[in-house]
């Protein structure tokens, strides 16, 4: 079981009172108060060798997420079904992609790196001549190295900074991660930025950039 305090469930009124009225804020509750579910979901899915725990949380909280932005309640359904279905299909899709490519996934050229506030870098940009304001700086360097560099990275963060950049990576933005995680936005965008200055110093140290 996960080692972590979880909100309690809504209530029977508190449910109905947040799905007369789905602003993006209640449905941000809404994801906030069926993370058990995710968890208990999440937690079947722990047999596969390749999904760890923590890992399992952190993709059916992304399904989560996302059964609370699209769910309809003027459809015959409930959330905890549709949220449910969602988080499933997430899991499996997950391992599907797992089983399709041999292993965990690589993070692709023009996948984002967490940076500060809403901006954001791929490592394409990285690779850019005026990255950092210094012209041809990365023209030498191997893309595999860059991906490699970064795996490292991210392998080595632990916590709930990790869960912050798996759910950045995954497109999440920044006020959707706080409200999962249950901390304030600043707290998102500062473990952003710790982690970008990790992997800066992470290239520093293979002598890629100066």
Same mark, same amino acid.
């Given at each position: 079981?996960?080692? @972590?305090?979880?909100?309690?469930?809504?209530? !029977?009124?508190?449910?109905?009172?947040?799905? /007369?009225?789905?602003?993006?804020?209640?449905?941000?509750?809404?994801?906030?108060?069926?993370?058990?579910?995710?968890?208990? @979901?999440?937690?079947?899915? !722990?047999?596969?060798?390749?999904?760890?725990?923590?890992?399992?949380?952190?993709?059916?909280?992304?399904?989560?997420?996302?059964?609370?932005?699209?769910?309809?309640?003027?459809?015959?359904?409930?959330?905890?079904?549709?949220?449910?279905?969602?988080? /499933? &299909? $997430?899991?499996?899709?997950?391992?599907?992609?797992?089983?399709?490519?041999?292993?965990?996934?690589?993070?692709?050229?023009? /996948?984002?790196?967490?940076?500060?506030?809403?901006?954001?870098?791929? @490592?394409?940009?990285?690779?850019?001549? &005026?990255?950092?304001?210094? $012209?041809?700086?990365?023209?030498?360097?191997?893309? $595999?190295? @860059?991906?490699?560099?970064?795996?490292?990275?991210?392998?080595?963060?632990?916590?709930?900074?990790?869960?912050?950049?798996?759910?950045?990576?995954?497109?999440?933005? /920044?006020?959707?991660?706080?409200?999962?995680?249950?901390?304030?936005?600043?707290?998102?965008?500062?473990?952003?930025?710790?982690?970008?200055?990790?992997?800066? $110093?992470?290239?520093?140290?293979?002598?890629?950039?100066?």
């Amino acid at each position: 079981m996960l080692n @972590i305090e979880l909100p309690e469930p809504l209530k !029977t009124d508190e449910m109905d009172a947040l799905l /007369q009225n789905l602003t993006p804020e209640n449905r941000n509750i809404l994801a906030e108060r069926f993370l058990r579910l995710a968890a208990k @979901i999440a937690e079947k899915f !722990t047999s596969n060798p390749n999904l760890d725990e923590d890992e399992a949380f952190a993709i059916a909280s992304v399904g989560l997420v996302k059964a609370s932005r699209k769910f309809d309640p003027s459809r015959n359904i409930k959330f905890s079904t549709y949220a449910t279905r969602c988080i /499933q &299909n $997430e899991l499996n899709m997950y391992l599907r992609d797992l089983r399709r490519k041999g292993g965990p996934p690589t993070v692709s050229m023009n /996948q984002e790196l967490p940076g500060s506030g809403d901006e954001a870098i791929t @490592i394409e940009d990285i690779l850019s001549d &005026n990255w950092y304001g210094h $012209e041809n700086m990365f023209a030498e360097i191997a893309v $595999e190295d @860059i991906i490699r560099l970064f795996n490292e990275s991210l392998q080595k963060t632990r916590g709930k900074t990790r869960d912050i950049i798996l759910d950045r990576m995954r497109g999440m933005k /920044q006020n959707d991660i706080a409200a999962l995680r249950h901390c304030n936005q600043t707290y998102v965008s500062k473990a952003c930025s710790r982690f970008k200055k990790r992997f800066r $110093e992470r290239l520093k140290k293979e002598g890629l950039i100066p």
